[in-house]
């Protein structure tokens, strides 16, 4: 079965870090480009981050640039994010989706994602 697994959310106060993990199980993750997502509550699902296949290129949106960090393992078949400096307006359910058409980022439109994980919830919160 093929499936993305995310953990590393949870509740965390302002100014604090979390680091957020995909697995891969499966398949690999190595051939395929790999976003973070985020969907907030009566909000839609935005792109949050990306890593090439190789994790030679990475990119970042506006909201996170500066204090994220987006990293993979292939050899755990794992990508990362870290976010640091968190702010309430944070908080959301963050997922990661690989896109088994490109290596490269070259969109967060969602319907380019083949799949997706369950998402971990991120709090962020005094």
């Known amino acids: 079965q093929l499936q993305l697994v995310e953990s590393g959310g949870g509740l965390v106060q302002p100014g604090g870090s979390l680091r957020l993990s995909c697995a891969a199980s499966?398949?690999?993750?190595?051939?395929?480009?790999i976003s973070w997502f985020r969907q907030a509550p009566g909000k839609e699902r935005e792109g949050v981050s990306c890593?090439?296949?190789?994790?030679?290129?990475?990119d970042y949106a506006d909201s996170v640039k500066g204090r994220a960090t987006i990293s993979r393992d292939n050899t755990k078949n794992t990508v990362y994010l870290q976010m640091n400096s968190l702010k309430p307006e944070d908080t959301a359910v963050y997922y990661c989706?690989?896109?088994?058409?490109?290596?490269?980022?070259?969109?967060?439109?969602?319907?380019?994602?083949?799949?997706w994980g369950q998402g971990t919830q991120v709090t962020v919160s005094s």
């Open positions: 989706a690989a896109n088994t058409i490109q290596a490269m980022c070259v969109t967060y439109a969602t319907h380019e994602y083949d799949y």
């Open positions: 499966g398949f690999t993750l190595d051939v395929y480009a």
């Open positions: 890593i090439t296949s190789t994790g030679g290129s990475t």
